[in-house]
């Protein structure tokens, strides 16, 4: 069993910034990806950032310039800090790890609960 730790959420005014972190622990033998999604009411998930576990990232084009990705491979956990915060990044934003399993040496992955972020005024 694998669980993820999510933190870092919360209200922000517009132009302000946060830093969420997901730490993973468990059945995890290697980690590959690491990454960031987020859901808006009524609109479908969609990716936010990742990371590779050899550093290169990937940023969709609303956050790229203002977000930043890192991970900290010895504690399996993912940063992503967002700069210059704007009400559109109101989200719920989730943690996603892909990882090979101590037990069965399988390659999966697994979700986040998702923490809470709102830019308003």
């Known amino acids: 069993q694998v669980q993820l730790v999510e933190s870092g959420g919360g209200l922000v005014q517009p132009g302000g910034s946060l830093r969420l972190s997901c730490a993973a622990s468990g059945n995890i033998f290697v980690m590959y990806a690491m990454g960031w999604y987020r859901q808006a009411p009524g609109k479908q998930r969609e990716l936010v950032a990742t990371?590779?576990?050899?550093?290169?990232?990937n940023y969709a084009d609303s956050v790229r310039g203002r977000g930043t990705i890192s991970r900290y491979n010895a504690k399996d956990t993912v940063y992503l800090q967002m700069n210059s915060l704007k009400p559109e990044d109101t989200a719920l934003y989730y943690c996603?790890?892909?990882?090979?399993?101590?037990?069965?040496?399988?390659?999966?992955?697994?979700w986040g609960q998702g923490t809470q972020v709102t830019v308003s005024s």
């Open positions: 990371i590779t576990r050899g550093g290169n990232t």
């Open positions: 996603n790890i892909d990882y090979k399993t101590w037990s069965t040496g399988g390659r999966t992955t697994t």
